[in-house]
């Protein structure tokens, strides 16, 4: 019998955003994207981050990348990005939502400034690129979202209030916006790691000994989420890959994380 050939989806010449690009998963996503010769904005606070990816990335794709600095949480900035993708490359295909940061602690114990930067950045942030973001993809009737949620998204352990009460909220979110905008042709993929060896932990202030036994978990590359996020894209227009867990073999719970708390 002969075998069809599946049409995979062609990331040369996509239009995509990537927010959170200056470092650890984001980046590797968008150098990812531009080697498969996509056209990619790059956004977060850190301006120089994002500088030094684009030159790192220089000559390695179809187009030099726009760097787009701002902050997730402010609505203007993330108009911003939306309007200067549109402008440099007169479209926008793929809008990766990945921004976001860590923070543990009894809710008793809890830092209120922190609770609500983490909000404000892992839910309305969101919220903010979606908005934004999808309003674009619509004009076309075609594009994919892929938001990077966690396995902490899908259970919670003591201190883990906030950080697993936004992810669980961006599932929710996510899921939302895959019915709302299914039907137009839009694609929506949440994607939940385990651990992850980037700046996350250290960000997020976990003890010195949380830290240690990530490292015995042999924690996923950035790399390789985002070959993860690739075959994601790549799969044919009429597939849609709604959720995806992506563990580090040797985690198979978040026990390590129970008596973490953010300093
Ligand atoms: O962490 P990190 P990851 N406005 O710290 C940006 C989820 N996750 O790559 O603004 C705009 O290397 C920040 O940029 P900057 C996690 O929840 C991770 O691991 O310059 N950008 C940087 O580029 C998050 O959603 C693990 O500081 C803002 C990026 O976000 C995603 O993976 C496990 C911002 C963070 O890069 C990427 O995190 C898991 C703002 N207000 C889920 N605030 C893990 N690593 O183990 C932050 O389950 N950023």
Redesign the pocket.
């Known amino acids: 019998m002969q075998s069809e050939q599946l049409q995979a989806t062609d990331l040369r010449g996509k239009v995509a955003m990537v927010?959170?690009?200056?470092?650890?998963?984001?980046?590797?996503i968008a150098q990812e994207l531009v080697q498969r010769g996509a056209r990619v904005a790059l956004?977060?606070?850190?301006e120089n981050?994002?500088q030094e990816l684009a030159q790192r990335l220089a000559g390695k794709g179809s187009d030099e990348p726009l760097i787009v600095p701002?902050?997730?949480?402010k609505p203007e900035?993330v108009q911003n990005l939306v309007n200067q993708t549109v402008q440099r490359w007169g479209k926008l295909d793929i809008v990766i939502a990945?921004?976001?940061?860590?923070y543990r602690a009894p809710i008793v114990d809890g830092d209120t400034q922190r609770w609500k930067?983490l909000l404000?950045?892992?839910v309305y942030?969101l919220l903010l690129t979606l908005k934004y973001g999808v309003q674009n993809l619509l004009k076309h009737g075609s594009g994919h979202v892929v938001v990077?949620?966690?396995?902490?998204?899908r259970s919670v352990t003591a201190g883990g209030a906030v950080?697993s009460g936004s992810?669980f909220a961006?599932n929710a979110i996510t899921e939302a916006l895959r019915e709302e905008v299914g039907q137009q042709g839009i694609r929506v993929t949440t994607i939940?790691?385990?651990?992850?060896?980037?700046?996350?932990?250290?960000?997020a202030g976990y003890p010195p000994g949380t830290i240690e036994a990530?490292k015995q978990l042999e924690?996923?590359q950035?790399k390789e989420?985002a070959h993860v996020v690739i075959l994601v894209l790549e799969q044919p227009g009429n597939v849609d890959i709604a959720e995806l867990t992506v563990y580090p073999t040797k985690q198979t719970s978040l026990s390590i994380f129970a008596n973490a708390v953010t300093h």
């Open positions: 927010t959170g690009a200056s470092s650890g998963i984001g980046e590797a956004f977060a606070r850190r981050r994002l701002g902050d997730v949480s900035d990945n921004a976001g940061f860590g930067q404000d950045t892992n942030g990077t949620s966690s396995i902490a998204g950080y992810k961006v939940e790691p385990g651990a992850v060896a980037t700046e996350f932990a250290e960000v990530i924690p996923l950035a989420i």
